[in-house]
């Protein structure tokens, strides 16, 4: 994450379900509210014990009502992939588009993004599943039509330009799920007083326009209520 006024790659995402893969350190988080990722992530990146297991539910749960055996079964399941994560990453590195976690019914699935198609299906074999009592599914979706590298590569010389537009702007990212550019921006003024959530969605989707026209790829503006700290 980048000081207040940069634009820095390692933003966070918006989604909180991405799975971020950034120069092999792979950082993964739950689809549960943005508060609670910190959390996930902890345990994803580092081998805990039952009692660390525990101590990351209760953090993530908090005091309100929560599905504990839930929690616990999508912690367990992150932990699992994160390193059939970092496998699939290295095999289909020069088509990798994104990947990112959906827990959906009480079972985690790993979907990995990939620039165009296969030239046979022998070469999707990799991606079975070669562990016994897996905690959950991989799916691999083909057609993307950039790589994050490429995008990554695509916006570079675009930086200057969307920070003089966006003179608050906190990061930017490449969205895992959709490929979209993402910019954080910084706009305290539509969180107070009388501004609503109508208001605020609205100043997003000009502002998404705008940085569209700017990065030339699809992208889209996420507003702070303040800058990072």
Same mark, same amino acid.
């Given at each position: 994450?980048? @000081?207040? $006024? &940069? %634009? +820095?790659?390692?933003?966070?995402?918006?989604?909180? *379900? !991405?799975?971020?893969?950034?120069?092999? #350190?792979?950082?993964?988080?739950?689809?549960?509210?943005?508060?609670? @990722?910190? $959390? &996930? %992530? +902890?345990?994803?990146?580092?081998?805990?014990?039952? *009692? !660390?297991?525990?101590?990351?539910?209760? #953090?993530?749960?908090?005091?309100?009502?929560?599905?504990?055996?839930?929690?616990?079964?999508?912690?367990?399941?992150?932990?699992?992939?994160?390193?059939?994560?970092?496998?699939?990453?290295?095999?289909?590195?020069?088509?990798?588009?994104?990947?990112?976690?959906?827990?959906?019914?009480?079972?985690?699935?790993?979907?990995?993004?990939?620039?165009?198609?296969?030239?046979?299906?022998?070469?999707?074999?990799?991606?079975?599943?070669h562990q016994v009592d897996q905690t959950y599914e991989?799916?691999?979706?083909?057609?993307?039509?950039?790589?994050?590298?490429?995008?990554?590569?695509?916006?570079?010389?675009?930086?200057?330009?969307?920070?003089?537009?966006?003179?608050?702007?906190?990061?930017?990212?490449?969205?895992?799920?959709?490929?979209?550019?993402?910019?954080?921006?910084?706009?305290?003024?539509?969180?107070?007083?009388?501004?609503?959530?109508?208001?605020?969605?609205?100043?997003?989707?000009?502002?998404?326009?705008?940085?569209?026209?700017?990065?030339?790829?699809?992208?889209?503006?996420?507003?702070?209520?303040?800058?990072?700290?």
């Open positions: 994450m980048g @000081a207040a $006024g &940069a %634009v +820095s790659p390692q933003a966070p995402s918006r989604t909180a *379900r !991405a799975v971020r893969a950034s120069a092999g #350190a792979f950082a993964l988080a739950l689809m549960l509210p943005p508060a609670f @990722a910190m $959390g &996930a %992530v +902890s345990h994803a990146n580092v081998a805990s014990s039952e *009692r !660390a297991l525990e101590q990351d539910v209760d #953090a993530i749960a908090g005091d309100g009502p929560a599905d504990r055996a839930e929690i616990r079964r999508q912690l367990i399941a992150e932990s699992d992939l994160s390193s059939e994560l970092g496998r699939l990453r290295e095999a289909f590195d020069e088509r990798w588009a994104g990947a990112f976690v959906e827990h959906v019914d009480g079972k985690t699935t790993l979907v990995v993004r990939l620039k165009g198609y296969s030239r046979d299906a022998g070469e999707l074999q990799i991606a079975q599943p991989t799916r691999i979706v083909e057609g993307v039509e950039f790589t994050e590298a490429e995008i990554r590569e695509r916006i570079r010389p675009k930086l200057d330009a969307v920070k003089a537009a966006f003179p608050s702007v906190q990061g930017h990212y490449v969205d895992d799920a959709t490929s979209e550019v993402v910019v954080l921006v910084s706009r305290p003024e539509l969180f107070e007083g009388r501004s609503s959530a109508a208001a605020r969605a609205e100043a997003e989707r000009e502002l998404s326009l705008r940085l569209s026209q700017i990065v030339g790829l699809p992208a889209r503006v996420t507003l702070l209520p303040g800058p990072f700290r």
